[in-house]
Nanobody, 114 residues
Framework: QVQLVESGGGLVQPGGSLRLSCAAS????????VAWYRQAPGKQRELVAS??????NYAGSVRGRFTISRDNAKNTVYLQMNSLKPEDTAVYYC????WGPGYWGQGTQVTVSS
């Protein structure tokens, strides 16, 4: 069983940047799939960015602004978020697994507001 713990969320002004981290309690070197999802109040959870075997994919609303990356040596997945907008406000969750979506973190709140 691997536990994922997100951090790095907070309050940021529109146009600002944040970097989210997702630290795993065990190795993620065998995780072919890592991803970030988000859930805004009253909305369904949506996929923001994923990395499947080195192939990255982004939701249209964040493409060009967000970047997913991973550091296997640190067992950590990152989400760099630039040019943040109020509509990016949500709880952000990381997910990872050997073959597809698997383990979930508990989420970290991101609020974009002036």
């Amino acid at each position: 069983q691997v536990q994922l713990v997100e951090s790095g969320g907070g309050l940021v002004q529109p146009g600002g940047s944040l970097r989210l981290s997702c630290a795993a309690s065990g190795t993620i070197i065998n995780f072919n799939y890592v991803a970030w999802y988000r859930q805004a109040p009253g909305k369904q959870r949506e996929l923001v960015a994923s990395d499947r075997g080195g192939n990255t994919n982004y939701a249209g609303s964040v493409r060009g602004r967000f970047t997913i990356s991973r550091d296997n040596a640190k067992n950590t997945v990152y989400l760099q978020m630039n040019s943040l907008k109020p509509e990016d406000t949500a709880v952000y969750y990381c997910n990872g697994g050997p073959w597809g979506p698997g383990y979930w973190g508990q989420g970290t709140q991101v609020t974009v507001s002036s």
